[in-house]
């Protein structure tokens, strides 16, 4: 049979006039509706909406942490595989000639800063000290929690969850985004990724829910790191001196749990009219001025605090923590990629408490991670233009992994050797997930100088919100792209502001229906429908550089550039 040119042509309607004038009306409506009937829900209907949330979320973990588990493991398979494929490699993502936007440090910074930082200052200290004193070889009676003897392996599991995985998810979305919007000229959306295994049938009903459950995943995972963020945000202000942010000694909720210390509704308010407000400025100034100037300072205040923490921190342990924690993930990482703890079903056993376990922390992570790739995916292909796969590969998912890696070195390595080794006695391990950083810090210098405590949590609270400005204020753009079927130019300042203030609403909604835990449970329930996108998208990738190849050796064109006209 003769080889055809790939498709190059999917056309995707959009109204010509009117306020939805260049967008997908059936996309952009029917998301819009999705998301305000979950704002509704969860804030008129809160312990409805939380308990169903609750319920849907242990049937997800009961029956899919397998299916979340393996296929984070074919991703990092599939990029690993794609960078090295010899002629595939070296595949430009975009026609002969482009060169890259942007310089190699705003490149690194943005992708850094939207893809992961606002989790480095609350996870950076918070993880490695939750799996030094809970982690599977603690269940299995094979460390000891709180002992030295359980650092090694506290590591692993740190590193396992921010390290090629996290970023794989990222870089699969990334790369077929790239590969067939700039080699094959469609737009710039997820039903692109697509085209190899469906063709133009993605132009209708079928291209719709895919860019419509992309945006709705897309909301949810963004909303899972800006509830982490609001909870850091306000720890910081009170830390700084802004009270009535959090619930004071001796609050409870309506059940009696005490919530003593957690962010109250002012605090929520607060948090999320500053850095939504802030975010919405950003992204109505476009990707090559706000969030790129905003990704540069982030990415120069997070070298200064990681600096601190070399040098004035355990410098010795955290570099021994890098370097041994290294070399065991990689030894761990084909075990680990693949094992899942299935539970016996009798509560309070090793196993139940095994799949327990690797519910809370590595099925929400794969999930948070999927839930969020098609921001950062996106995202990613949008600012990597002229890249080679090999190098996209080497620099949107092992570079920033190994960033990750240092932060836990050394700022959950200084928490957790002053705890053992420094008196802490507990300071910061006691200390909330978001103000475990400050309590650190102020631990560190406030018997130098409590001014100098001060203006390290002062540093820390502008760092923090530079990250979630350039999270939020990157999502709105990319759903705003998504829902344009993929036009990259600018878009109608009244979505903008929509998606800016239902993103807060969903964040606040979540929030005031359970919490964090809330988010994460919506978060989980809407990465499933797209991890399944996401595989589609790995045989669709590899389908197509293969059959590139052949074209190749035919003679036939490739890219847009190389062909006069689209083929039918």
């Not at 001025?289 to 600096?307: A, E, F, R, T």
């Not at 796969?389 to 700022?411: H, K, Q, Y």
Request: proline share 4%; with cysteine; hydrophobic share 55%.
């Amino acid at each position: 049979m003769p080889v055809k040119p790939p498709l190059m042509d999917l056309p995707i309607k959009t109204a010509d006039s009117g306020f939805y004038r260049g967008f997908s009306v059936d996309v952009t409506v029917v998301s819009k509706i999705i998301i305000s009937v979950l704002v509704v829900w969860c804030i008129f209907w809160p312990t409805q909406s939380g308990r169903v949330l609750g319920d849907l979320n242990s049937v997800i973990l009961s029956n899919f942490a397998a299916w979340y588990i393996w296929v984070v493991a074919l991703f990092v398979i599939v990029c690993l595989g794609l960078a090295a494929w010899p002629s595939g490699g070296k595949l430009l993502l975009g026609q002969p000639g482009d060169t890259p936007e942007f310089t190699n440090f705003s490149w690194f910074s943005m992708m850094f800063g939207a893809g992961i930082g606002v989790g480095m200052l609350t996870w950076a200290v918070a993880e490695p000290v939750a799996h030094f004193q809970n982690n599977p070889s603690v269940i299995q009676g094979l460390t000891t929690a709180g002992g030295e003897d359980n650092i090694r392996t506290a590591y692993v599991w740190s590193f396992l969850h921010w390290g090629a995985g996290a970023w794989a998810c990222y870089a699969v979305i990334g790369l077929a985004l790239a590969f067939f919007s700039y080699r094959r000229g469609l737009p710039l959306t997820i039903r692109s990724a697509l085209t190899p295994l469906f063709g133009k049938a993605l132009s209708g009903t079928l291209g719709h829910i895919v860019d419509i459950v992309a945006v709705v995943a897309t909301i949810l995972g963004v909303a899972q790191t800006l509830g982490f963020g609001v909870d850091q945000f306000v720890a910081g202000l009170t830390r700084i001196g802004i009270g009535g942010l959090v619930h004071p000694a001796g609050a409870v909720d309506s059940s009696g749990a005490d919530i003593a210390g957690s962010v109250n509704f002012v605090g929520i308010l607060v948090a999320l009219l500053f850095i939504m407000g802030a975010s919405t400025l950003s992204a109505l100034s476009g990707v090559g001025k706000g969030i790129k100037w905003l990704s540069n300072i982030n990415m120069v205040l997070s070298i200064v605090l990681l600096g601190f923490f070399i040098i004035f921190g355990a410098t010795w342990f955290g570099a021994t923590a890098l370097i041994v924690g290294l070399w065991d993930y990689l030894l761990a990482l084909p075990y680990l990629s693949f094992n899942v703890y299935f539970s016996d079903g009798v509560e309070g056993s090793e196993a139940f408490r095994l799949a327990q376990w690797q519910g809370w922390w590595p099925v929400f992570y794969w999930a948070w991670w999927i839930a969020f790739a098609p921001f950062v995916g996106l995202f990613l292909a949008r600012i990597s233009r002229g890249r080679t796969i090999r190098e996209f590969v080497l620099g949107a998912m092992i570079v920033p992994g190994l960033m990750c890696m240092v932060w836990f070195s050394w700022a959950g390595g200084t928490a957790i050797w002053l705890e053992l080794y420094g008196e802490a006695n507990g300071v910061i391990f006691d200390a909330g997930n978001g103000d475990k950083i400050f309590a650190m810090t102020e631990f560190m210098l406030a018997p130098i100088a409590q001014a100098l405590a001060w203006g390290m949590a002062v540093l820390i609270v502008v760092l923090l919100m530079t990250f979630l400005v350039t999270s939020a204020d990157s999502a709105v753009l990319i759903v705003n792209t998504i829902n344009a079927a993929g036009d990259e130019g600018p878009k109608a300042r009244p979505h903008i502001l929509f998606w800016g203030a239902a993103l807060a609403l969903v964040v606040g909604g979540l929030l005031l229906s359970g919490g964090t835990s809330a988010i994460q449970t919506a978060m989980v329930i809407g990465a499933l429908p797209f991890s399944i996108v996401m595989v589609l998208m790995c045989f669709a990738l590899i389908k197509a550089i293969w059959n590139d190849g052949r074209r190749e050796a035919a003679g036939v064109p490739t890219t847009i550039g190389e062909l006069a006209t689209p083929a039918e």
